[in-house]
């Protein structure tokens, strides 16, 4: 199972928004859409920005591609669950049962609008039924709009609609009585007023036609402008303590944030119409990328705080493979293949064995190999990596923290450590054990970056006590114990990150233990 730094449950535009954001800060993004848009029935998006009239679709389609562009992965998939991890962060589980987990969990499902139940209406919603006069009332200008009068907000409705047309019809239905100042700027206006409740909508030729009353009559009306109480979706958050609360609008409800979209679950946020009902598209997109920048700032918080406490520890290392799908390569690292091509095949020890490239080239040349990690992530990769190779049957994969792992002492014909950086007070202990861990004949290889490389401007950590040359590495073996056949530093060409070649140098440490 593949684990993201940020699972975003939604794909409309909040959640691509965010998805955008946060794949461009190169974090692992998975975003999973259950393919029904609050604003399907619509035919364009307005009020955005050089996007103004694009239909839902075509934005979505544009977004996920932005968002896959970046390195996201967008999926289909309805979340029906979402719950605490043990690794720290989240899993959420899918309705056709499928389970992703995740550093952090941004919820941007949007909301469910609950049409009035009057004859005829739900089929005109999204084009002659709309809701949002500033989205939708352009489209219906100059003509005969009715406002549906549910709550306080359609009183004000109906005069905000006046921008638009002049012949405004205001339906009282279950609204509030109107009181006689809100009756003088109706007539102010020439809003018409018309009593009682609604039954339906009447239709011609497919088109809204006319808003039929409970009493029989007809009044004539081209479009209708309503408020249908919304519904945030956020059901499936129930296990995390999370729910809804009334919007202040009045127009439903939401899942309360603060301003930056953080729930009060730490790690999860939120964002769009989930939040608010009257978010626009514009506003949901802003709310998306604000959520993303928080959501950035979150986590790099918690793994500067992981380096700080423990560089060396299964959850740093679990937290560094788990920011790329592939961390290294794949390919065996080049002092391994110079220095052990030659030896006779056996049994071999892998130590921070990371995907398992150089793993899996020994078992390729007939090695039986352990291969071991403190990294769960990494361990997990070198073995699908070994499956697909064909050689899984040739390598037993362990996690294990090499500070404190015991080894079996005489038992490898060969014992690797490439590139595994340690602090001295720790570096001599573990590289003790390795060498302990040599069988009579076998071969002890080290290979790691050489304190040369501080100097130039390769990308390594400033920490000198980090880096080992060749002769540091040699000092604890016993001259009557070891054969040392290889003590170099070994320069080789690399690409520094202003892509420029130059030069780096590797401390490269190749020595027999003396048969008995």
């Given at each position: 199972?593949t684990?993201?730094d940020?699972?975003?449950v939604?794909?409309?535009?909040?959640?691509l928004?965010?998805?955008l954001?946060?794949?461009?800060a190169?974090?692992r993004v998975?975003?999973?859409?259950d393919?029904?848009?609050?604003?399907?029935?619509?035919?364009?998006v307005?009020?955005?920005l050089?996007r103004?009239?694009?239909?839902?679709?075509?934005?979505?389609?544009?977004?996920r591609?932005e968002?896959?562009?970046?390195?996201g992965?967008?999926?289909?998939?309805r979340?029906?669950?979402a719950?605490?991890?043990?690794?720290g962060?989240?899993?959420?589980?899918?309705a056709?049962?499928?389970?992703?987990t995740?550093?952090?969990l941004?919820?941007?499902?949007?909301?469910?609008?609950?049409?009035?139940?009057?004859?005829?209406l739900?089929?005109h919603w999204?084009?002659?039924?709309f809701?949002?006069?500033?989205?939708?009332?352009?489209?219906?200008?100059?003509t005969?709009?009715?406002v549906?009068?549910?709550?306080p907000h359609d009183?004000?409705?109906?005069?905000?609609?006046?921008?638009?047309?002049?012949?405004?019809?205001l339906f009282l239905?279950?609204?509030?009585?109107?009181?006689?100042?809100q009756?003088?700027g109706?007539?102010?206006?020439g809003?018409?007023?018309?009593?009682?409740?609604v039954?339906g909508v009447?239709?011609?030729?497919g088109r809204?036609?006319?808003?039929r009353?409970?009493?029989?009559?007809?009044?004539?009306?081209?479009?209708?402008?309503?408020?249908?109480?919304?519904?945030?979706?956020?059901?499936f958050l129930?296990?995390?303590?999370?729910?809804?609360a009334?919007?202040?609008s009045?127009?439903?409800d939401?899942?309360?944030?603060?301003p930056?979209?953080?729930?009060?679950v730490?790690?999860?946020y939120?964002a769009?119409?989930?939040?608010?009902?009257?978010?626009?598209?514009?506003v949901?997109?802003?709310?998306?990328?604000?959520?993303?920048a928080a959501i950035?700032?979150d986590?790099?918080?918690?793994?500067?705080?992981?380096?700080?406490?423990d560089?060396w520890s299964?959850g740093f290392?679990d937290?560094?493979?788990a920011?790329?799908?592939q961390?290294?390569?794949?390919?065996?690292?080049r002092?391994?293949r110079?220095?052990?091509?030659?030896?006779?095949?056996?049994?071999?020890l892998?130590?921070?064995?990371?995907?398992g490239?150089d793993?899996?080239?020994l078992?390729?040349r007939?090695?039986?190999?352990?291969a071991?990690?403190?990294?769960?992530?990494a361990?997990?990769?070198?073995?699908?990596?070994?499956?697909?190779?064909?050689?899984?049957?040739?390598?037993?994969?362990?996690?294990?923290?090499?500070?404190?792992?015991?080894?079996?002492?005489?038992?490898?014909?060969?014992?690797?450590?490439?590139?595994?950086?340690?602090?001295s007070?720790?570096r001599?202990?573990?590289?003790?054990?390795?060498?302990?861990?040599?069988?009579?004949?076998?071969?002890?290889l080290l290979v790691?970056?050489?304190?040369?490389?501080?100097?130039?401007?390769?990308?390594r950590?400033?920490?000198?006590?980090?880096f080992?040359?060749?002769?540091?590495?040699?000092?604890?073996?016993?001259?009557a114990?070891w054969?040392?056949?290889?003590?170099?530093?070994?320069?080789?060409p690399?690409?520094?990150q202003?892509?420029?070649?130059?030069t780096?140098?590797?401390?490269?440490?190749r020595a027999?233990?003396?048969?008995?």
């Open positions: 199972m684990s993201y940020v699972i975003v939604g794909g409309g535009a909040a959640g928004s965010a998805a954001t946060l794949s461009r190169r974090w998975l975003v999973l859409d393919g029904t848009p609050r604003n399907a029935p619509a035919d364009g307005h009020n955005w050089t103004d009239g694009l239909p839902p679709a075509e934005i979505a389609r544009l977004g591609a968002v896959t562009g970046y390195g992965v967008v999926r289909e998939g979340v029906v669950s719950a605490a991890d043990p690794s962060g989240f899993a959420v589980g899918t056709d049962g499928n389970r992703y995740g550093r952090r941004l919820v941007t499902t949007g909301l469910t609008d609950e049409l009035p139940e009057l004859d005829g739900a089929g999204g084009g002659t039924v809701a949002c006069p500033f989205c939708h009332a352009w489209e219906h200008r100059d005969r709009i009715g549906l009068c549910t709550g009183l004000m409705k109906a005069q905000l609609v006046t921008r638009w047309t002049d012949a405004v019809t239905h279950t609204g509030p009585e109107p009181d006689d100042e009756r003088a109706f007539a102010a206006r809003i018409t007023v018309v009593e009682g409740r039954a009447e239709s011609d030729d809204l036609s006319g808003v009353l409970a009493d029989g009559g007809v009044v004539a009306c081209d479009a209708l402008a309503v408020s249908p109480p919304a519904r945030a979706r956020a059901g129930e296990e995390l303590g999370l729910g809804t009334e919007h202040p009045g127009l439903g939401h899942l309360p944030v603060d930056m979209g953080a729930t009060a730490p790690g999860v939120a769009g119409n989930v939040t608010d009902p009257t978010a626009t598209v514009p949901a997109v802003a709310a998306g990328a604000t959520a993303g950035t700032r986590l790099l918080a918690a793994d500067v705080a992981a380096s700080v406490a560089r299964a290392w937290a560094h493979y920011t790329r799908e961390m290294w390569s794949g390919n065996p690292n002092w391994l110079a220095e052990a091509a030659d030896l006779a095949p056996g049994r071999a892998d130590a921070g064995c990371g995907e490239g793993a899996i080239w078992a390729g007939g090695w039986q190999v352990r071991v990690d403190v990294s769960t992530v361990v997990e990769r070198a073995r699908e990596a070994a499956t697909a190779a064909g050689v899984a049957d040739r390598i037993t994969t362990e996690v294990a923290d090499l500070r404190t792992r015991a080894l079996p002492e005489r038992a490898f014909d060969l014992v690797t450590a490439q590139y595994l950086h340690l602090p007070e720790l001599r202990p573990v590289y003790a054990r390795l060498a302990d861990a040599v069988a009579p004949g076998g071969t002890l790691a970056h050489h304190p040369k490389d501080l100097e130039g401007s390769l990308r950590p400033h920490d000198p006590d980090l080992a040359d060749e002769i540091e590495l040699i000092a604890d073996l016993d001259d114990e054969e040392v056949q290889v003590a170099q530093a070994r320069p080789h690399v690409t520094d202003d892509r420029h070649e130059v780096a140098h590797d401390a490269v440490v027999r233990r003396r048969a008995v």
